[in-house]
Every structure is written in C-alpha cells, then in structure tokens.
C-alpha cells in the first residue's frame, strides 16, 4: 500500500537553530497537509500543499511540495520553546478519495 | 466553540465486550474519519466516511466497525476488542477534504 516516509525520528536542537522535517512518499500525491502535536495532545492542522513546487510561510514555518509531488518539508527557522511538539506530514494519494496517509512523524525537542 | 468531541476520554476493558466510542462534531463537516496513535507507528487510519452513510476502509480496519447515520456523529464500535487493540484513538471532520480537526483522543486499554 501506500507509504510516507518521514525522517528525521527524533531532532534535539538548541533553542535558537533551525529544524527541517522531510517527507517522501512511495507514490505521487494530490495534496500534503503538515500538523503539530504538543506532547499529551491531539494533533492540529498548519496547512496544506496542492500544488506542484507550492512553497507556503507561516511566520517562522515554511512548508515546500516537490515538483514530482512526492516529498515535502517544513522548516522552522530560529526554533523557540513554543515549537516543542512532532511534526507529522499527511497525504492523499487520490483525488476524491478520504483515504489519508500520514508519516511517522518528527518529534523535536528544545533545549533552551 | 468549534470541536470535535470524543467520549470516554480514558477506557479500561477486558477481552471480548463490546464497546463503542463516540465522536460528534458540530461545524457540519461532511468527512469525518477514525485514527489510531500508536507509539513508532505514528497515526493510522482505521475508517472513513465521505457522506452521510458513505464509509469506506482506511489502512487498518480490521477489528473495527463504523456508522455515519447522521452528519455530526461517526461511532467507532469495537465487537470483540483484543488487546492489540490497546491505543489511543482520534476521531476527526473536515469540511471537504481539507485540514481535519482532531478530537482530544480516546485512550483504549484491552486486558
């Protein structure tokens, strides 16, 4: 079946440096969707992707699509102590159909 | 307040007795969908529905049933839960495919 590979695991940065996640599917996909789950919480959506080369910023957050629709990023520069939680990308690998796979997530700690 | 709202919060069974989770949302969403949160595995989805008695299988559905009578409620019923089925389960609605919004999860414990 469908598959999304996300990587790093674990990231442990100094309060201040940056963070990227990255995510790569096995097949293309219509659209890619990035959430933030603080620790004891429930996952929270941040945005979604549809477009081929879709580059999007949310204040620190800057979120990129592939060009073959197949992998995504998201990086935060100048992590804060606030950017504690994993950060899961989702995708749908067909048009009009729910069927969302999410990857495994990226769990990033700050060390202040 | 906008939400997605998941009973019972905490949840201790034995083997074997049937159990339901409920999930009801109130922004008139017409997807909803069922994940379970297992440590390494990250989120996986067990059912989905698109419609109003339109539901369909996500990556794990085996061991679970779902029903979509009415919009706002998606029930998870579990008719002989096992303990692999030990985990914490979210229920979440969109409103066409969208971001979903998350409920604040069902942790379920099968002895």
């Known amino acids: 079946g469908q598959q999304v590979m996300q990587i790093p695991q674990y990231q442990h940065v100094q309060e201040g440096e940056d963070f990227t996640t990255y995510c790569n599917s096995s097949?293309?996909?219509?659209?890619i969707q990035w959430y933030k789950q603080r620790p004891g919480g429930h996952p929270v959506f941040l945005i979604q992707l549809v477009k081929s080369g879709e580059v999007k910023k949310q204040k620190r957050l800057t979120f990129q699509f592939g060009e073959a629709k197949k992998n995504s990023s998201l990086h935060i520069t100048a992590t804060q102590t606030t950017d504690v939680g994993t950060y899961f990308c989702a995708g749908h690998h067909y048009f009009g159909n729910e069927k969302l796979t999410f990857g495994t997530g990226t769990r990033l700690t700050i060390i202040p | 307040e906008a939400q997605v709202t998941q009973n019972p919060r905490y949840l201790i069974t034995v083997t074997g007795k049937k159990l339901t989770v409920t999930c009801s949302q109130n922004?008139?969403?017409?997807?909803m969908s069922w994940y379970r949160q297992d440590p390494g595995l990250g989120l996986r989805q067990i059912y989905y529905s698109m419609n109003v008695e339109v539901t369909d299988k996500g990556d794990v559905p085996e061991g679970y049933k779902v029903s979509r009578k009415e919009k706002r409620n998606f029930p998870l019923i579990l008719e002989s839960p096992s303990p692999n089925q030990t985990s914490l389960y979210f229920c979440?609605?969109?409103?066409?495919?969208?971001?979903?919004?998350f409920g604040s999860g069902t942790r379920l414990t099968v002895v």
């Open positions: 097949t293309t996909l219509s659209n």
């Open positions: 979440a609605s969109s409103l066409s495919g969208g971001g979903y919004t």
């Open positions: 922004m008139n969403h017409e997807y």
